[in-house]
């Protein structure tokens, strides 16, 4: 009821603003008997602190406003004259009108495409406020894949969610978390919305002193199990435990990298010699093995499939490159052999 009464008073102080100028105000004259109809409903219709209407929506009376614009200009029931300057004047509220339209009709679809995602999470803020970081935060996305060591920040246009990072060997830094970006170079749709999803649930619950998102029974929990691909870069000579690394996507969403091919070192252990996948991890004197992981999968049949996954490429590209040396190494009567042995049809 108070933001219908502060569009009515915006209202009438634009009609009056038209109306020092000797400016025609149809618009307003549209507006200001419809928000004070709403005002009526509102006070006939207020049940139980519910408001119940019949078709007072700003939207909507924005679409009836251009509607009932281009009638006073356009329609057939009109016979008045119109002078060049009135008529742009008119095309220039129409403008307005749709400016504020678009603007709306964005807002709606973003709201609705946070609705897309299954989002939980914590903020945890820090002691210490006088810091650009304000809290640590954690999500868990469609409930299959968490991400740890988010954080709240302020910057120069507001607070802002960053991201966990890896540090490579020359001293510079990469996103672990990497959004989806599209052929133009921009960050593709169903990544931006998923990215703002996150932004504004994290945001929202440091403003507001919350710690985490309200828990959901299980009945209400969605889960979605998205698609994996990954992209391994065998390492052939490697002497340490790590075999290979790997980047994950998710779906269409994003890719995590600093995934890792360990082998498992421990001598006497069921397996022993064996490959496995190891997800970005950090260390923490706290967790059973010294680590603990950034981005981990929280659903079975979701991090079963991304093992598999991983390892099943690993594999494709570890035999690749094993025929790539043995091709380099064979006589050139050797590798005409093979290419015989490969295609015997050929003489």
């Known amino acids: 009821m108070d933001a219908i009464g502060k569009l009515l008073q915006k209202e009438r102080a634009l009609k009056s603003q038209l109306e020092v100028e000797a400016k025609p105000c149809p618009i307003a004259e549209t507006r200001i008997p419809r928000y004070m109809e709403q005002l009526s409903e509102l006070g006939e219709n207020k049940t139980d602190n519910n408001f119940r209407f019949k078709s007072i929506t700003e939207l909507n009376l924005l679409y009836y406003a251009v509607f009932a614009l281009d009638e006073f200009v356009y329609g057939e029931a009109n016979s008045t004259a119109f002078s060049v300057d009135e008529i742009n004047n008119f095309k220039s509220q129409r403008n307005e009108l749709n400016a504020r339209i678009i603007r709306i009709e964005n807002f709606i679809e973003k709201e609705q495409n946070m609705g897309k995602y299954e989002i939980s999470a914590r903020v945890n ?9 304000k ?43 990497q959004f989806l970006k599209g052929e133009d170079g921009k960050m593709a749709k169903e990544s931006m919305e998923l990215k703002e999803a996150i932004g504004k649930t994290l945001v929202d619950l440091f403003k507001n002193g919350e710690r985490a998102t309200p828990e959901k029974a ?5 889960t979605v199990i998205h698609e994996i691909k990954a992209f391994v870069t065998p390492l052939r000579d490697s002497q340490t435990a790590t075999k290979g690394l790997a980047t994950v996507q998710v779906g269409e969403l994003f890719k995590i990298g600093s995934v890792r091919v360990n082998q498992n070192t421990k001598e006497g252990t069921e397996n022993f010699g064996k490959n496995f996948v190891a997800m970005p991890s950090r260390p923490d004197k706290t967790a059973e093995n010294g680590y603990r992981d950034v981005v981990h999968p929280v659903n079975r049949e979701f991090g079963d499939n991304l093992r598999k996954t991983v390892l099943k490429q690993f594999d494709t590209q570890m035999e690749w490159k094993n025929r790539s040396a043995d091709k380099e190494k064979s006589t050139p009567e050797q590798a005409r052999q093979s290419a015989d042995k490969s295609n015997p049809g050929l003489e």
């Not at 803020?125 to 970081?133: F, H, N, R, W």
């Open 125 to 133: 803020p820090l002691a210490d406020q006088s810091q650009k970081v």
């Open 135 to 177: 809290a640590m935060a954690s999500v868990t996305i469609d409930n299959v894949v968490a991400i740890n060591d988010l954080t709240v920040v302020e910057g120069k246009n507001g607070l802002f969610v960053g991201y966990p990072q890896s540090k490579d060997k020359d001293g510079s830094f990469r996103d672990i978390v």
């Open 218 to 222: 299980g009945a209400d929990k969605k």
